[in-house]
T-cell receptor, first 115, second 114 residues
Framework: AQSVTQLDSQVPVFEEAPVELRCNYS??????LFWYVQYPNQGLQLLLK??????LVESINGFEAEFNKSQTSFHLRKPSVHISDTAEYFC?????????????FGKGTKLTVNP | DTAVSQTPKYLVTQMGNDKSIKCEQN?????MYWYKQDSKKFLKIMFS???????INETVPNRFSPKSPDKAHLNLHINSLELGDSAVYFC?????????????FGQGTRLTVV
C-alpha cells in the first residue's frame, strides 16, 4: 500500500517569503501525485498534479512542485507567499485498489502566512 | 453551479441516533467517494462507488452504510452514532479508472456527536 509523509505539520512564514512544503511517498512502479489545498472551513481543491512528463508542475497561483523519483519526493514551493495562502496543504498519491482508485493523503501541513 | 454538493453542512446529534448525509455531483463522473477527516485533519477514504457499485470499503464499521441510487448520488447513512464518529465527512467524485484525473470534493459535513 502507498503511503505519504508530510514532514512538517506546521509552517509559519512571513508574507513575501519563500516557502517549501515537503512531501515524500512510498515508491511504486508508477505514481500519480497531487497537492490539495484546504482553506478554513472549506473542502479540498486541487492545487496541482503530476501524472507524467515534465517533473516540474505549476499551479495558476504561483505554486510549483517537482517530482523527484530518486528521492521519492514531491515538494511544494512558492517563491513569495501571500496572506491568502494561509491554509492546510495535503499531498496525496493515487493508489489503485480493486480496479478503482483512491487517494492516499499525507497528514497535512498547515501553512500560516503572517504579515 | 456547485460541482459536488453535500447536505447538511453541519450536523449535531446525540449518541445512538441514526443520521444521513447526502451527496450529489453534476460533473458526469461515474465514481464517487466518501472520505473522513478526523480532528487532526487526517483524511482517509471510507468508500468508493463506481456506477452505483461498491468498489472500496476501507474497513469501516458496518454502522456506516453508503447508498448510491444513481451514479450522481452517494449518500451516507450512519446508525447508532458514537462519539468517535465526530469528524468532517467529505464526498468526492472523479472519472473512473484513471489515476490521472483529479477528484472533486464537496464542502464537507461537520458531524458532531454529543
Amino acid at each position: 500500500a502507498q503511503s505519504v509523509t508530510q514532514l512538517d505539520s506546521q509552517v509559519p512564514v512571513f508574507e513575501e517569503a519563500p516557502v517549501e512544503l515537503r512531501c515524500n511517498y512510498s515508491s511504486s512502479v508508477s505514481v500519480y501525485l497531487f497537492w490539495y489545498v484546504q482553506y478554513p472551513n472549506q473542502g479540498l481543491q486541487l492545487l496541482l498534479k503530476y501524472l507524467s512528463g515534465s517533473t516540474l508542475v505549476e499551479s495558476i497561483n504561483g505554486f510549483e512542485a517537482e517530482f523527484n523519483k530518486s528521492q521519492t519526493s514531491f515538494h511544494l514551493r512558492k517563491p513569495s507567499v501571500h496572506i491568502s495562502d494561509t491554509a492546510e496543504y495535503f499531498c496525496a498519491v493515487s493508489e489503485v485498489q480493486g480496479g478503482s482508485e483512491k487517494l492516499v493523503f499525507g497528514k497535512g501541513t498547515k501553512l500560516t502566512v503572517n504579515p | 453551479d456547485t460541482a459536488v454538493s453535500q447536505t447538511p453542512k453541519y450536523l449535531v446529534t446525540q449518541m445512538g441516533n441514526d443520521k444521513s448525509i447526502k451527496c450529489e455531483q453534476n460533473l458526469g463522473h461515474d465514481t464517487m467517494y466518501w472520505y473522513k477527516q478526523d480532528s487532526k485533519k487526517f483524511l482517509k477514504i471510507m468508500f468508493s462507488y463506481n456506477n452505483k457499485e461498491l468498489i472500496i470499503n476501507e474497513t469501516v464499521p458496518n454502522r456506516f452504510s453508503p447508498k448510491s441510487p444513481d451514479k450522481a448520488h452517494l449518500n451516507l447513512h450512519i446508525n447508532s452514532l458514537e462519539l468517535g464518529d465526530s469528524a468532517v465527512y467529505f464526498c468526492a467524485s472523479s472519472h473512473s479508472g484513471a489515476g490521472h484525473t483529479e477528484a472533486f470534493f464537496g464542502q464537507g459535513t461537520r458531524l458532531t456527536v454529543v
